[in-house]
């Protein structure tokens, strides 16, 4: 028995998951994470917590913690416009790492609240 053809397949696809497949592939989806991962990870600093991207943790040595995090930004903005088929994984990995940052900014504000 013969598959479905990639169109008939697509045709199958919810068009939610079409759009958000699109937008995963997109470089401007990209770029937007990096933002968001600068600003989450600007709000873990303030609220005390430290770099653990090994990579990261030795620019902010050499540019301080804004610095060194915006440094890092541009770096794989560089590196990811050359990666345009794989663009989506990286994008899944940003997302991942923002949801990261979220819970860890979480974590240490309830720490602070509750004095531990």
Known sequence: M????????QLEQPLWWARLRQRFRSRWTFVALQVL?????VAVFHAGGVELNPLVARLTLHFGRLGGVVMSKVIAVVLAMGVRRLIWVVNIF???LICWNLIVLFLLSARAHTGH
Not at 2 to 9: K, L, V
Not at 37 to 41: F, H, S
Request: charged letters at 10%; hydrophobic letters at 30%.
């Open 37 to 41: 991962d600068l600003l989450t990870t």
């Open 94 to 96: 940003y997302a991942g």
């Open 2 to 9: 013969n598959s479905p053809s990639p169109f008939i397949r």
